[in-house]
């Protein structure tokens, strides 16, 4: 069985419009849809129907201070509920082997800051609700 190995490092991602992939060490999406009972008389079993999109994810960054920075970038998106985050994997445009995820509308809620002697400082960002596209049109 042939298998592929691929680096896992997005060559984007951009929080609000601005590019923050040089200052990322891990992104996690959870993407999908509620499911809705949809079962009718005389079937054997529960149907399920997919509902509205769900939203869940965290973005690790290494804080950096100043204009278009990780800080007042995270700042500026803090509770705004309109958030638009892109992921790519790869520079290129996108396709089936460089997918790229939209998240729209979505909602950083917390403004996560932490100081830890000896270690580089860093924030982990999490985000909530909004719509998804995931593109692999070129």
Known sequence: MAATTYLSQPASLTIGGV???????????????????????GDGGERMVGGLQTVE???????????NSVEAT????LGAGDTAIVIRKDAGAPSASNPEWTI????????P?????????????????????RDVTP
């Open 113 to 133: 800051v932490t100081y830890t002697v000896g270690e580089l400082q860093v924030m982990e960002v999490a985000f909530s609700g909004g719509t998804w596209v």
């Open 104 to 111: 729209s509308d979505t909602m950083i809620a917390n403004y």
């Open 57 to 67: 994810g965290t973005i690790t960054l290494y804080c950096d201070y100043g204009a």
């Open 74 to 77: 995270v700042a500026a998106e």
């Open 19 to 41: 590019q923050l992939a040089d200052q990322c060490s891990a992104v996690t999406l959870t993407l999908g849809q509620n499911p809705l009972v949809s079962t009718a008389f």
